[in-house]
Each structure stands twice: as structure tokens, then as C-alpha cells.
């Protein structure tokens, strides 16, 4: 009789252990996906920032990459 009980007792919980790994699935692939909307959303942020600075400062490129350039030669 005490083995059926704990038979019955360890389906339970093992049908519950399911359940909350379905729960954890599921938020999971919620996650995902709201970090995919954030990923593209800062790309298009980047995109826009450059594009902007392009047009107000044609040659910011290439003044960072030299502040760059001195930079990575001063912590050297």
C-alpha cells in the first residue's frame, strides 16, 4: 500500500516538474524574442546615429578612428 502511495506521490511530482519546465520553456522563448525586438531596435538606433553624423560631420569617421589610433597608443 506504501508503495502505491509514493508511486502515486512521485507521478504527481513528476507531472509538476513537466508543468514548470513547460512554464520555463515557454519564458524562455519569451525572452528570446523580446531580445531580438531590443537587438534590431538598437541596430536601427546605430544605423540612424551614423547616418546623422554623417550628414552634421562628413569626416567623423575618420577623426575617431585617429582619436582612436592616439588613444590606444597612450595606454600602451
Known sequence: MTEKKDYERMKGEIADLRCAIAGLI???????E????????I???????????????PDWRYFSK???????????
Open 34 to 41: 523580446g531580445r531580438m525586438h531590443l537587438t534590431e531596435i
Open 66 to 76: 585617429d582619436e582612436l589610433e592616439r588613444l590606444k597608443e597612450a595606454l600602451r
Open 43 to 57: 541596430a536601427r538606433l546605430l544605423i540612424q546615429n551614423f547616418e546623422l553624423m554623417d550628414e552634421c560631420i
Open 26 to 32: 515557454a519564458e524562455n522563448e519569451r525572452l528570446k
